[in-house]
């Protein structure tokens, strides 16, 4: 699943107030015994690792307690999410933060939480995340995170809508992408062929996750409706800093009990997402009337997201689905035409304040598909203008659905709650004690119409010609959802004997009714894990839990298995010296990523410096010099497969690869890097990014491309690892956690879990809790 991003606070921190007294509260802040809660009893204990324990008489005592200790933990990481989303960094951080809250302030993420709201308030999952903010709100009496004094302000009271706010936030950092903008400028300036080049819709790969035996890796061809519209290329910078992270992705997969040696299922998962300090998850374990069930959820979200109850468990990655479309206008007198008439766009001025300097006012502008980004010029004129519809900008159920996965006792009651997982679309895997397993893609799809008849969502639409009509969405209201894939044809299989979900495509498209997806993320992890799978089970050895900690630990990188023989058949006659020792290192290499290895490095360090040798120049030189070329390069799996004789190559595709591995041997050379481990270590940052906050380095193993997962270059990875076996009978289910589960940098559970995490090692998380009791939550008066 998700990913949420890292709050873009690195870089703005220069306006700490001077250490206080008061800052060090926190150090020694332990929690009081009791708590009066008006929901009635309940108790919160934490185990060894710093998880919470909650145990409740009634669903509404538990979320009151579940929020007090999310408050007691991640309180300013709420805050900071929250005020990211609600565009209002700039009043703590000062004017550097602007952009960022223009970006969100213009797309009115609030207004959309506001709506979603409005639609669950008065259904049991609104009860519970109003007893849920009231319990984050009890602990704001208690002395503050040392965030708060070091930025001299108090957070408001949390509200129920902030907390479909966070739900929002998780959503566009898995769906948000301007990808159609940039391939629209490079067709536009550069052709269509090269277009389709940097930015293929599908590439040429066998391991789609549901099998349809067709090879659809053909394109037909170069779009000609693309490259019609040239955008001003500081919007599409802009917005593009806003887009969810390139190649997020994670793992998961399910195995029935036919191939396992228990005869039960054993499902897997582990979402790769930004690694941040705190971490992106909340660990936590919910035992009540009706809910029973532990894993992980995100910070200021009451139920858990993925984990597991004592009927099943359950596991989530990015589908890769296409949410979002853009729309341009015919525009007269400040209107814009819509089919026949011009249209008022409906506008609200709205003020950023910023701290120590000028509070700046901001035109908010909608039309009928949603919010309108733009290039501002002096008086908030717009020099280019796009429309953004977004299926998170509309009311959603997607609470309710997660609220009763948890509470679900079979695969029948699954089914029933997905039907409400609105946003994202992600790909489900599921397995019960009963033997059932599942696969299947949430969330909503639109399918696009211009003049009744369906298209596809990869270009820009005229709006003012009505192409690309969503039938049913309401931005910022409540949507029929008429004009959507419906349920029962969204991609799924029931008891499949095992499959594996990586990020890749779904379905071949030949095969599937509905335009689905722009383009799925690079096939490397797909390819391994298919071939692990197929491999295992059509061996005599059964699944085991070891093999699934094997395979989620598993270093293979796909990219070098397929480009390496390359490098060294084309490099060997055109390099020397320390360069040519390099060719030498990778000669007996097995292509895992392991942080003693040598050869991992050198493959580690090559393939950016190819990328800038093969991309660089040219995109420079022939799109608009105010843009930064690395938002246009194309995905590794582009990269590695270019032909020889492609015009990316003038010099010839050896002389690129002579030149990347020169840069490599003066890189390695420079910081005395010897292995894989020098280079990649953990780099896991606290939005302030002061050493006091950070968490410790450490080496560890994986890339972007293998199983176990590690991005050095945008730090990020597999974000939580979980192995849940159905059957118990050798111990419970087990994780990983890439940190600690308290945001306080003075708790021994700061960053207790990293190094176990760094190192490959599982935790066991058993669906029950510890004897000590921290906090006994009685009853009283709000």
């Not at 799809?445 to 049913?472: A, C, H, K, L, M």
Request: glycine share 8%; net charge negative.
């Amino acid at each position: 699943m998700v990913g949420a991003t890292a709050t873009p606070l690195r870089g703005y921190l220069d306006r700490f107030a001077p250490f206080s007294g008061t800052v060090w509260d926190t150090v020694a802040d332990d929690l009081p015994e009791q708590v009066e809660s008006p929901y009635g009893s309940a108790t919160l204990s934490y185990d060894d690792d710093g998880v919470p324990h909650v145990e409740a008489d009634s669903e509404e005592a538990l979320y009151f307690a579940a929020g007090y200790a999310q408050g007691a933990d991640r309180l300013f990481q709420m805050d900071l999410q929250r005020r990211q989303m609600r565009g209002q960094l700039s009043a703590i951080v000062g004017d550097r933060a602007l952009p960022s809250d223009r970006f969100h302030v213009k797309m009115d993420f609030a207004g959309a939480a506001a709506a979603s709201w409005n639609l669950v308030r008065d259904s049991e999952s609104g009860q519970l995340t109003a007893a849920f903010a009231a319990g984050i709100n009890r602990h704001l009496d208690r002395p503050l995170p040392q965030e708060f004094d070091l930025l001299e302000y108090e957070p408001e009271p949390w509200q129920p809508v902030d907390t479909l706010l966070a739900s929002i936030q998780i959503a566009w950092g898995l769906t948000g992408s301007f990808r159609t903008l940039r391939k629209e400028t490079v067709a536009a300036e550069m052709g269509t062929d090269t277009a389709e080049t940097l930015f293929p819709d599908r590439l040429d790969h066998d391991a789609t996750i549901l099998d349809h035996n067709d090879d659809s890796s053909e394109n037909g061809g170069p779009d000609a409706s693309i490259g019609q519209r040239r955008f001003d290329p500081e919007l599409t910078r802009w917005v593009s800093t806003f887009e969810s992270p390139p190649d997020v992705g994670s793992n998961s997969w399910v195995v029935s009990g036919d191939h396992t040696r228990s005869g039960s299922p054993i499902v897997a998962n582990d979402p790769h997402l930004t690694l941040m300090a705190p971490p992106v998850w909340y660990e936590m374990h919910l035992e009540g009337p009706e809910t029973h069930t532990r894993g992980v959820t995100f910070p200021g979200i009451p139920f858990v997201v993925i984990g597991e109850n004592e009927s099943g468990a359950w596991g989530l990655t990015n589908a890769g689905a296409d949410t979002i479309d853009f729309y341009e206008y015919e525009t007269q007198d400040g209107r814009y035409r819509y089919g026949e008439e011009f249209q008022e766009f409906d506008e609200e001025q709205r003020t950023i304040e910023v701290a120590d300097g000028r509070d700046r006012e901001v035109t908010v502008r909608k039309t009928v598909h949603g919010p309108v980004l733009g290039t501002e010029s002096d008086g908030d004129e717009l020099r280019s203008q796009v429309a953004v519809s977004w299926v998170g900008l509309t009311a959603t159920r997607t609470s309710e659905a997660v609220l009763e996965l948890g509470r679900s006792g079979g695969i029948a009651d699954v089914q029933d709650a997905l039907r409400r997982f609105d946003i994202p679309t992600q790909n489900f895997v599921y397995a019960d004690r009963d033997g059932n397993t599942l696969y299947r893609v949430t969330g909503k799809v639109p399918v696009r119409q211009t003049d009744g008849e369906p298209v596809p969502g990869n270009r820009v639409f005229d709006g003012s010609d009505q192409e690309g009509e969503w039938p049913g969405f309401v931005p910022y209201g409540e949507s029929t959802w008429d004009g959507f894939v419906p349920y029962e044809e969204m991609p799924h299989i029931v008891d499949p004997d095992y499959i594996g979900t990586a990020n890749q495509r779904i379905v071949d498209d030949a095969d599937y009714p509905y335009y689905f997806a722009e383009a799925y993320s690079t096939p490397f992890r797909g390819i391994r894990l298919r071939n692990r799978l197929d491999d295992r089970v059509e061996s005599d050895r059964p699944v085991t839990r070891e093999f699934m900690r094997d395979l989620q630990r598993d270093t293979h990188d796909e990219r070098a298995a397929m480009f390496v023989p390359t490098m060294i058949k084309e490099g060997a006659d055109a390099v020397d010296g320390a360069t040519a020792d390099l060719l030498a290192d990778l000669e007996e290499w097995e292509y895992r990523m392991d942080r003693s290895s040598r050869a991992a490095l050198v493959f580690a360090r090559f393939l950016p410096h190819y990328r800038d040798v093969v991309f660089q120049s040219r995109l420079a030189e022939e799109l608009d010099s105010r843009r930064d070329p690395e938002e246009y390069y194309g995905n590794d799996w582009v990269l590695i497969t270019l032909p020889p004789d492609s015009p990316w190559f003038p010099g010839g595709r050896s002389a690129a690869i002579a030149e990347a591995l020169d840069r490599t041997a003066r890189e390695l050379e420079e910081n005395g890097w010897e292995t894989f481990g020098d280079y990649n270590t953990t780099a896991i940052d606290h939005p302030f990014d002061r050493e006091w906050l950070n968490y410790p380095r450490y080496a560890t193993d994986g890339s972007a491309a293998s199983l176990d997962n590690f991005r050095k270059e945008s730090e990020a990875g597999s974000s939580w690892r979980q192995i849940c076996p159905m059957d118990k009978s050798r111990g419970p289910s087990q994780g990983a956690f890439p940190g600690g589960n308290d945001g306080s940098p003075f708790s021994d559970h700061y960053a207790d879990q990293l190094r176990q995490w760094a190192d490959g090692e599982y935790k066991p998380i058993p669906l029950a809790a510890p004897d000590t009791t921290a906090v006994q939550f009685t009853e009283g008066d709000e």
